[in-house]
């Protein structure tokens, strides 16, 4: 380290500008405004162990700070990456000595669903005997990546995307304050701010950030002052990364509203899930693949056609690939979205698959059984089968299901789409064979 690494003037802005007070803080009203549950916990120093979940640049590691200097705690900020189980217990063991001489220890875990099931487990018997108060930050579910003995012993506040007028309020005090750009006179107008605002995402980070580089970009004046054009700026926000992780929940997230929204028969909201994951980087075959799936779970017999159109979009993915092939994808989203729906065959499976379970393997009745043996034919096997083919209407009497399920009727046709003319259809044969 040099003597200038900590000058203020070096840190970037989002460093610079953070708040040392829930005065200060922008956001989160719901959990820190008056009268709220985290507010009245800080101010009446009862806080206990907590994870923070939500997405990034919202205030999780600025409100862990806040909450051990209001409680005039000792704060230790723990990294999954750079943090193994030896440093986890060491920094426990201080905590423990420094509870028995009355100073508590805040520990703030950062990404805490990135520590692995070890290092989660060494945090559980100091959080049981108090002698951290472990404030962690997620912006996975913990429901998934938290060992649930842990997860039971903090309480979860879940902290929300930063609206735009909280982030135009933060980029006003950026250039107000004398921490950010109070010292110099700035030439940049409400619809520069706005636009930033909207660019950032929900993201304070990012709209700090974008704003620092605009200024540092910007063009010098005779007098002094900055001049912020919009061709700067534009630069300055060229690509806006969405929130998307391709393993988390978020990825779970966007699939189900791409599927709800096609069965939904809304082709705009579809393309609009499917355009997100594709720009966060999913891999199109996997979508292509669920596709698939849906013709035939949502859609069925209502339209056939539809499992070839996303077949056929598989394979115009595995040709082109992307980007090429984004709007092959949406071809067959679109398609998918308008075709007429039935679940009919989706049930019939279901409902199939809930009888093999509960019920014993019922054999195969002896006349549908081939008998290729002598054997075979003396047992029995293949008496009694009639041959569709022989008879006038290419249908037969004949029972094919175990005895057992003979009155079962899994497929049960809609009027949705083509599947009314197979609905009338399989009225007819039922009606054919019962006569017979």
């Not at 429901?143 to 980029?171: H, P, Y």
């Not at 980087?281 to 159109?309: C, H, K, N, T, W």
Request: hydrophobic share 40%; charged share 25%; proline share 4%.
């Amino acid at each position: 380290m040099t003597i200038f690494d900590n000058r203020e003037e070096n840190m970037p802005l989002a460093s610079r500008l953070r708040p040392d007070g829930l005065e200060e803080f922008v956001g989160q009203q719901h959990l820190i405004g008056e009268g709220k549950i985290l507010r009245m916990l800080i101010e009446r120093d009862q806080v206990s162990s907590m994870i923070f979940w939500g997405p990034p640049g919202v205030g999780k590691t600025t409100l862990a700070r806040i909450i051990a200097k209001k409680t005039k705690s000792r704060f230790v900020e723990f990294s999954a990456v750079t943090s193994g189980i030896k440093e986890i217990k060491t920094v426990m063991q201080e905590a423990e000595e420094n509870r028995r001489m009355g100073l508590r220890t805040v520990l703030f875990a950062d990404e805490i669903h990135r520590f692995n099931k070890a290092q989660q487990d060494a945090f559980l018997p100091f959080v049981e005997k108090g002698s951290v108060i472990l404030v962690g930050a997620t912006t996975e579910n913990p429901s998934f990546e938290i060992n649930s003995a842990l997860l039971s012993r903090c309480k979860v506040f879940v902290m929300k995307a930063l609206g735009e007028e909280d982030l135009l309020q933060m980029l006003h005090n950026a250039i107000a304050s004398p921490k950010g750009f109070g010292k110099t006179e700035l030439h940049i107008h409400k619809g520069q701010l706005e636009a930033v605002a909207r660019f950032a995402n929900g993201d304070a980070r990012t709209a700090l950030n974008t704003l620092e580089m605009a200024v540092l970009n910007g063009k010098a004046q005779e007098d002094g002052s900055i001049l912020i054009d919009d061709e700067v700026l534009a630069q300055c926000m060229n690509r806006r990364s969405l929130l998307y992780d391709k393993s988390g929940e978020e990825h779970y997230n966007l699939i189900s509203a791409l599927h709800k929204s096609m069965r939904n028969s809304d082709p705009d909201a579809a393309v609009y899930w499917l355009c997100r994951m594709l720009d966060g980087g999913e891999d199109p075959l996997y979508i292509a693949r669920r596709l698939v799936r849906f013709a035939s779970e949502d859609v069925g017999m209502a339209d056939s056609q539809a499992l070839q159109i996303a077949v056929a979009a598989y394979q115009a993915c595995h040709f082109l690939g992307m980007p090429e092939c984004d709007v092959h994808l949406t071809h067959a989203v679109v398609y998918l979205s308008m075709a007429a729906k039935s679940n009919a065959v989706y049930r019939a499976c279901e409902d199939c698959k809930k009888d093999i379970k509960r019920m014993p393997a019922e054999p195969v009745p002896l006349h549908l059984c081939n008998a290729p043996t002598s054997l075979m034919k003396d047992l029995g096997y293949g008496k009694g089968y009639q041959y569709a083919h022989d008879e006038q209407e290419k249908l037969t009497a004949m029972t094919c299901l175990p005895d057992s399920l003979t009155d079962r009727a899994y497929y049960q046709p809609t009027t949705q789409g083509r599947e009314k003319l197979v609905k009338e259809r399989l009225i007819q044969i039922k009606e054919w064979k019962k006569k017979r």
